[in-house]
T-cell receptor
């Protein structure tokens, strides 16, 4: 595909349910990032992969959040036992590995926990 | 401390006028990159322009230019000849290298909402 693809576009979960958000990056992009964006705020870093290696997960807010990228391509962000404060847009982005490469974002998944 | 500061929560500009969106940053790294993104109401983040810390000339991309003042640690976005379609949120971001404790993980500001009116 031409760009970063995220699914689902919208997700409504009842409090306590588990959710899985998928990201399909641009082919050939080594780096993959997950961000959380609350309403009216800038994206906040969650976690970062280089190929299949998760190099930084310092932004994950709790141990209920888990991300993987087992084959260095598609990534999944899983949130267990969702809470209302998890409601946000989850953005996935990919880039080449170098520092001057811009991030290319998907359209995001809007998660609403009721 | 905030790595990226965008002090203007909202800006208004008349169509066809130029507008400057402010961004200041904080880093001890000598090598870093600065980015601007546009986020329309539809939600996608669109890359606009990039400035490397070692670039001597200000970056330009069509109607977008970046006013880079390294000593003042500012990287303001200038949009010339504003169009109605420019109405959106604008985010400034920085990627720092490992020397500053970063891992090329971009940090974003809180954004500026730009409204272009006819």
């Amino acid at each position: 595909g031409a760009g970063v693809s995220q699914s689902p576009r919208y997700k409504v979960a009842k409090r306590g349910q588990d959710v899985a958000l998928r990201c399909d990056p641009i082919s050939g992009h080594v780096s993959l990032f997950w961000y959380q964006q609350a309403l009216g705020q800038g994206p906040e870093f969650l976690t970062y992969f280089q190929n299949e290696a998760q190099l930084d997960k310092s932004g994950l807010p709790s141990d209920r959040f888990f991300a993987e990228r087992p084959e260095g391509s598609v990534s999944t962000l899983k949130i267990q036992r969702t809470q209302q404060e998890d409601s946000a847009v989850y953005l996935c982005a990919s880039s080449f590995a170098t520092g001057d490469s811009p991030l290319h974002f998907g359209n995001g998944t809007r998660l609403t926990v009721t | 401390a905030q790595k990226i500061t965008q002090t203007q929560p909202g800006m208004f500009v008349q169509e066809k006028e130029a507008v400057t969106l402010d961004c200041t940053y904080d880093t001890s790294d000598q090598s870093y990159g600065l980015f601007w993104y546009k986020q329309p109401s539809s939600g996608e983040m669109i890359f606009l322009i990039y400035q490397g810390s070692y670039d001597e000339q200000n970056a330009t991309e069509g109607r977008y230019s970046l006013n880079f003042q390294k000593a003042r640690k500012s990287a303001n976005l200038v949009i010339s000849a504003s169009q109605l379609g420019d109405s959106a949120m604008y985010f400034c971001a920085m990627r720092e290298g490992p020397e500053a404790g970063g891992s090329y993980i971009p940090t974003f500001g809180r954004g500026t909402s730009l409204i272009v009116h006819p």
